[in-house]
C-alpha cells in the first residue's frame, strides 16, 4: 500500500490537496481511501464514512471522516469496562457514554487508531489529511514516543511473574499492578507498534502544502530539520494557490512577484529528487469531484526503492581513532540545537522538537568528545571507550 500523508501551514489548502491526490490516485484504477478529520461533503459532492465504514466517492475512490469525539466516548467506556474490579474497589460511578465529553489530545488518538485500521484495509493507496504541520509532525513521532513510554513504565518481562504477584504482595504488603492493566498495556503496544510501522515504512511518504510567502517559508524550513530528525520522507512540495503571472493590477502584480520569488527559493532548497508541483488559484473554493481534477494534483510517487540509512556511522579508527556519527538536519540552525548522552540513548532537540534515539551498537562502547553543525548535517564525534573496547590480539 502506498501512502501519502498531507499537511502543510494552517491554512494552505492541504484538504483540498489531500482530495485531489485522492482523486488523481484512483484515475488508473485501483482502490484508494481518503482519511479526513474535517468535513468533505461540500470537497468531495458526497457525505464521507467512518474509518470501518468509508463512503464511495467515484470509481475506486473513497472517503472517511475521523470522529474524535465518537471515539473518545468508545475508547472510555471500554477502559471503564476493563477496569470495572479496580473502580469498584474505589468506590468510583461509571460514567454515561452522553455526559462524557472529549478531552484535549482525542483527536491525536482517534486518527491513530483511524490510521491503524486504514493499514490493516485492502486498499491500494492511503491519503491521509493530517493536522497543520507543527501539529502533524508531533502526531508522526507520537507512536514511538508513547511505546518508550510503555516499555519504561510497564516492561513486558515483568508479566512473567504474573503468577507470583498475589504471593508477592502479601508478603510485600505492596500493591501489585493487575493483569488489565498489563493487558491494556500489550494492546496499546500492538496498536502504537501497528501505526509507526506504517509511518516508517519505504512506501509511506509526506506531501506538504504550502502557499508560497515569508510565513510559509519560515514553517518549512523550521519543519525540514523535523522531518529529518524523524526519518520522514518527502515526495513532493506544492506550493498551493499560485496566482497567474499576468496580473495588471499593481495590488495583484506584488502578490504575484512575491509567489515567483518564494518559488525559485524553494527550487533551489529542497533536493532535486523532491519535485516542486505547484498548484493554480481556481479563483474560488473547490467543490465536487470536477473542480478537484482542475487542480492538475500530482499523484502518489512510487518508492524509490531500498532506503539507505539515513544516519550513517564514518569510521575514522585507523586515522584519527574516531567514529562520526552523521545525522542530515537540513535547515537546523546551530542555536536551537542541543544533544545529551544518556546511557544508550541519544537526547536530540531541534528548535521545538525532540526524539530520543537509540545509539548505534558501535557506539555505545565509545565516549561523546564533541559535535558540529556544518552544511545541515550535524556530525557527533565518539572515541572507543578503552575498558568496553574490544582490544586486538
Known amino acids: 500500500m502506498r501512502t501519502v500523508l498531507v499537511t ?24 484508494v481511501l481518503l ?27 473513497w472517503a472517511a471522516r475521523v470522529d474524535s469525539g465518537a471515539h473518545f466516548r468508545t475508547e472510555t467506556l471500554a477502559f471503564q469496562e476493563r477496569a470495572a474490579t479496580a473502580l469498584e474497589l474505589l468506590g468510583a460511578r461509571k460514567l454515561a457514554g452522553e455526559e462524557l465529553t472529549e478531552l484535549p489530545g482525542s483527536e491525536q488518538s482517534a486518527l491513530l487508531h483511524a490510521l491503524r485500521r486504514a493499514a490493516a484495509g485492502d486498499w491500494d493507496v492511503l491519503v491521509v489529511d493530517l493536522p497543520p504541520l507543527r501539529d502533524a509532525l508531533d502526531l508522526l513521532a507520537l507512536p514511538e514516543q508513547l511505546r518508550r513510554y510503555l ?5 513486558q518481562e515483568r508479566q512473567a511473574a504474573r503468577a507470583l504477584r498475589p504471593v508477592m504482595a502479601q508478603l510485600a504488603g505492596i500493591p501489585m499492578p493487575a493483569q488489565w492493566l498489563y493487558e ?12 509507526q510501522s506504517l ?8 506531501r506538504l502544502v504550502a ?13 525540514r ?5 524523524y526519518g520522514l520522507r518527502v515526495d513532493a512540495l506544492v506550493p498551493n494557490r499560485i496566482l497567474p503571472g499576468d496580473a495588471a493590477d499593481p495590488w495583484l ?16 532548497e529542497w533536493p532535486p529528487g523532491t519535485p516542486v508541483h505547484a498548484v493554480g488559484h481556481l479563483g474560488r473554493d473547490p467543490r465536487g469531484p470536477d473542480d478537484l481534477a482542475l487542480l492538475d494534483s500530482l499523484p502518489p510517487r512510487e518508492p524509490a526503492g531500498p532506503v539507505e540509512d539515513p544516519w550513517p556511522v564514518e569510521d575514522r579508527l585507523a586515522e584519527e581513532n574516531l567514529l562520526v556519527w552523521c545525522l542530515p538536519l537540513p535547515g537546523a540552525v546551530k542555536s536551537e540545537l542541543a544533544l545529551v548522552r544518556r546511557d544508550d540513548e541519544l537526547l536530540l532537540t531541534v528548535g521545538p522538537f525532540r526524539r530520543i534515539v537509540p545509539l548505534p551498537s558501535a557506539l555505545r562502547r565509545c565516549t561523546v568528545t564533541g559535535a558540529a553543525l556544518t552544511d545541515g548535517v550535524l556530525r557527533v564525534r565518539f572515541i572507543p571507550d578503552p575498558a568496553l573496547w574490544p582490544r586486538a590480539h
Open 151 to 155: 516499555r519504561r513504565l510497564l516492561p
Open 8 to 31: 502543510g501551514p494552517g491554512g494552505a489548502g492541504r484538504t483540498t490537496i489531500a482530495a485531489a491526490t485522492a482523486l488523481a490516485a484512483a484515475r488508473p484504477g485501483g482502490r
Open 225 to 229: 530539520a523535523a522531518i529529518a530528525l
Open 35 to 61: 482519511l479526513c478529520a474535517d468535513p468533505l461533503g461540500d470537497l468531495l459532492g458526497t457525505p464521507a464514512g467512518s474509518p470501518d465504514d468509508p463512503a464511495p466517492v467515484r470509481d475506486g475512490l
Open 184 to 195: 491494556t498495556a500489550a494492546r496499546w503496544d500492538a496498536e502504537l507498534a501497528a501505526v
Open 253 to 268: 502584480a506584488t502578490l504575484v512577484a512575491q509567489q515567483r520569488k518564494c518559488l525559485d527559493e524553494w527550487q533551489e
Open 199 to 206: 509511518i516508517e515504512d519505504p512506501a509511506t511518504t509526506l
Open 211 to 223: 502557499e508560497p510567502g515569508p510565513a510559509a517559508a519560515e514553517a518549512l524550513r523550521a519543519a
